[in-house]
């Protein structure tokens, strides 16, 4: 139910690669900027506006779902016009500044919270031709690299208020995002070892041809990777249960408490693109990029030619945009599924998990993953028994977990049954 | 095309340097050095060098600069903090200033640049090149620069243990 509308943001990213692909490359600089912004203004800006969009319905819906009450259900169709009578309120709110705050930056620092995360959506490849050209060589190290641009404008809009929460919001974020950096980075490493590229795009091509292909089982050391990144982008991104930096139980609203209006949206915005762009890197490392478990697609864009533009060509970048949403909404949901699941640590707890935990496992692992990469040949028979043991692993992983939801579904109609009949108007 | 982006990137960086040093709040002073640099990392950018770009946003920008307003804000407010140079300072401000200007201005005009745009071909970074140069051609330099940050580490390590004894003793 909650990812029936991952179609829409698709359509949106997909509406502005396809005036790339019509224009192509042409020859005065000016009509390149002209299609480059176009590009941006249609496609990106869109993007970012649908993904925050969903991201807040989706994810009171799953809360709801999770703590077995409705959710929204009163702007449209199961609550999905929640979002925009939501942003039209904000729109309208007074737009309060604190006496004491510092103007200048309190103004500033929810734009510089959201920019860096709008540019780190630019180099995500969505498919096979929809990449924003010129693809960066090092489109890797540049989404990391500029979405630690965030963290400054979280700290400026905790500094800038004047407020004790607020500070205390913003101190939490600076240590909290400069110990989960390393394992953040070191895990990448781990890939990058295995691998030996930071180009998104080529890590992407690396990849297809089916499950069997994707890093997560390429070696065991990158599959750990994973789960030491997928832990770390939630700190990173201040996500449940990393939330300390606005955590409303004891901090107001943390970093965001004096703000209102169109700049606290602005914060909200940024948050749910961040987890956007990390489950897109979470996607192009560990799942494969576009590419579905079959490798259908693959197969399919190899046989298209490329000399010229053909409906076939935007059909398949179509379907494998699709796929790669498809990927990034589930890794969306699991980090809401975590958030609405488990308690809050405390401060040093965080830090201690990071420094204590996170940090040594993966250094382990890039070590190992450097060693596996010396000792292990391509296509040799040890690495094929690990990829068919760790796919195995996963096959039996999602089993269960289809067995659970299963078991749950069938559970919950029953007691959903005796507790419902809501009354009409308290939702 | 590049030389419109190269002066509107220059002016940012050299319009955010300049905040920085007549600035009197150090909260503000470290939001303009923050355009500053990335005024250099755009720089890097333009000129293809995009490794560099994001070393210089990931080390600079998401670190340094992190670290410096995170000290601030642990330190002192705003409100009571303003900064103002005494005699001693501005003098060594501006012996150190020229100093470093006249070494630059040399450095300048001794070395030999190439242009490189976007546009060169084979304007890429692979990874086993990048990892060749730091631990083959530029060992020394690495293995210094380590070396530094290590002391440092120690350094910070040891001054923060030795104030948490005094307190302790008290």
Same mark, same amino acid.
């Given at each position: 139910?909650?990812f029936?509308?991952f179609?829409?943001?698709s359509?949106d990213? @997909? ?6 692909l019509?224009?192509g490359d042409?020859p005065?600089? /000016? =009509?390149?900027i002209?299609?480059d912004? $176009?590009i941006?203004?249609?496609g990106?800006?869109?993007?970012a506006s =649908?993904?925050?969009f969903?991201?807040?319905w989706a994810?009171?819906?799953v ?8 959710g929204?259900?009163?702007v449209g169709?199961?609550?999905? /016009? ?5 942003g039209?309120k904000?729109a309208t709110?007074e737009?309060?500044?604190p006496?004491?705050?510092?103007g200048?930056?309190?103004?500033l620092?929810?734009y510089?919270?959201f ?8 180099a995500?490849p969505?498919?096979p031709?929809?990449?924003f050209? #010129?693809a /960066?060589?090092?489109g890797?190290?540049w989404?990391i690299?500029?979405?630690s641009? &965030?963290?400054?404008g979280?700290?400026?809009a ?6 004790k929460?607020s500070i ?12 989960y &950096?390393? #394992? ?5 490493l781990?890939v ?5 590229? /930071?180009?998104? +795009? ?5 990849q297809?041809?089916?499950?069997g292909h994707?890093?997560i089982f ?6 750990l990777a994973?789960?030491v ?6 700190a990173a991104?201040?996500?449940a249960?990393?939330d ?5 139980? !004891? +901090? ?5 408490? &004096?703000?209102s209006?169109?700049?606290?949206s ?5 948050e749910?693109n961040?987890?956007?762009v990390m ?9 494969g990029g576009?590419d579905?478990?079959?490798g259908?697609?693959?197969r ?11 409906l ?9 945009l699709s796929?790669f949403m498809?990927?990034a909404?589930?890794?969306?949901? =699991?980090?809401m599924?975590v958030?609405?699941t488990?308690p809050?640590?405390r401060?040093?707890?965080v830090l201690?998990a990071c420094?204590k935990?996170?940090? #040594?496992m993966?250094?382990?692992l890039?070590?190992?993953?450097a ?11 040890? &690495?094929?028994?690990t990829q ?8 039996v ?12 579904f069938? !559970?919950g ?12 108007l @308290?939702? | 095309?590049e030389?419109i982006?190269?002066?509107?990137f220059?002016t940012l ?7 920085? =040093?007549?600035s009197?709040n150090?909260v503000?002073a470290?939001?303009q050095l923050?355009?500053?640099?990335l005024?250099?990392?755009a720089l890097?950018?333009?000129l ?8 210089q946003l990931?080390?600079?920008v ?5 670290l410096?307003i995170?000290?601030?804000? +642990?330190?002192?407010r705003a409100?009571?903090q303003k900064?103002?140079?005494?005699? $001693? ?8 200033a020229?100093?470093l200007l006249?070494v630059?201005v040399v450095a300048?005009f !001794?070395?030999n640049?190439?242009?490189r $745009?976007a546009? $060169?071909?084979?304007?890429?970074? #692979?990874?086993?090149?990048?990892g ?6 530029y +060992?020394?330099p ?7 940050l290590?002391?440092v580490?120690?350094?910070a390590?040891?001054?923060a243990?030795k104030?948490?004894a005094d307190k302790?003793?008290?």
């Amino acid at each position: 139910m909650v990812f029936a509308l991952f179609a829409t943001v698709s359509a949106d990213a @997909g509406a502005g690669a396809v005036l790339r692909l019509i224009a192509g490359d042409h020859p005065n600089w /000016l =009509v390149r900027i002209g299609w480059d912004l $176009t590009i941006i203004a249609f496609g990106f800006m869109a993007l970012a506006s =649908v993904v925050g969009f969903i991201g807040i319905w989706a994810e009171r819906k799953v809360a709801g779902r999770i703590q077995h009450r409705h959710g929204p259900n009163r702007v449209g169709p199961i609550g999905l /016009l929640q979002s925009l009578a939501d942003g039209i309120k904000l729109a309208t709110k007074e737009d309060l500044m604190p006496r004491g705050a510092d103007g200048w930056l309190f103004k500033l620092a929810p734009y510089l919270a959201f920019a860096p995360v709008f540019a780190a959506l630019l180099a995500i490849p969505f498919g096979p031709e929809l990449i924003f050209e #010129p693809a /960066l060589s090092a489109g890797l190290f540049w989404m990391i690299a500029i979405l630690s641009v &965030e963290v400054i404008g979280v700290i400026l809009a905790g500094w800038s208020s004047n407020n004790k929460w607020s500070i205390y919001g913003a101190i939490r974020e600076a240590c909290q995002l400069i110990s989960y &950096e390393i #394992p953040l980075g070191l895990s990448i490493l781990v890939v990058v070892v295995a691998t030996g590229t /930071l180009d998104l +795009l080529q890590l992407s091509r690396m990849q297809q041809g089916g499950a069997g292909h994707w890093l997560i089982f390429h070696q065991p050391f990158v599959a750990l990777a994973f789960i030491v990144f997928f832990v770390a982008s939630l700190a990173a991104n201040k996500r449940a249960p990393f939330d300390l930096p606005e955590s409303d139980s !004891e +901090l107001v609203a943390g970093y965001h408490t &004096e703000y209102s209006g169109l700049r606290f949206s602005l914060f909200y915005l940024a948050e749910y693109n961040a987890m956007f762009v990390m489950s897109a890197i979470m996607a192009v490392l560990f799942l494969g990029g576009w590419d579905d478990p079959f490798g259908l697609i693959s197969r399919w864009s190899a046989r298209i030619s490329r000399e010229h533009l053909s409906l076939e060509l935007l059909a398949v970048n179509a379907v494998a945009l699709s796929m790669f949403m498809l990927k990034a909404s589930l890794i969306i949901f =699991v980090q809401m599924w975590v958030r609405w699941t488990l308690p809050r640590p405390r401060i040093d707890q965080v830090l201690h998990a990071c420094l204590k935990v996170l940090l #040594p496992m993966s250094l382990v692992l890039l070590i190992g993953s450097a060693v596996w990469e010396l000792l292990v040949t391509e296509g040799s028979l040890a &690495e094929r028994i690990t990829q068919w043991v760790l796919v195995g692993i996963a096959a039996v992983l999602i089993g269960l977990l289809g067995l659970m939801l299963l078991q749950a579904f069938v !559970e919950g109609r029953g007691s959903q049954k005796r507790l419902s009949e809501p009354s009409r108007l @308290g939702a | 095309m590049e030389a419109i982006l190269f002066y509107i990137f220059a002016t940012l960086t050299v319009a955010g340097a300049i905040g920085v =040093v007549t600035s009197r709040n150090i909260v503000r002073a470290a939001v303009q050095l923050l355009l500053a640099l990335l005024g250099v990392g755009a720089l890097y950018f333009l000129l293809a060098a995009e490794f560099l770009a994001a070393v210089q946003l990931v080390i600079y920008v998401g670190g340094t600069l992190i670290l410096i307003i995170f000290g601030v804000m +642990l330190t002192a407010r705003a409100s009571s903090q303003k900064l103002q140079p005494s005699r $001693t300072e501005r003098i060594a401000a501006i012996v150190s200033a020229v100093a470093l200007l006249a070494v630059l201005v040399v450095a300048i005009f !001794e070395a030999n640049f190439h242009m490189r $745009t976007a546009s $060169t071909p084979g304007a890429t970074y #692979p990874v086993r090149a990048l990892g060749q140069a730091l631990l083959g051609d530029y +060992l020394l330099p690495f293995e210094l620069a380590s070396l530094l940050l290590l002391a440092v580490m120690i350094g910070a390590a040891y001054l923060a243990k030795k104030r948490a004894a005094d307190k302790d003793s008290q």
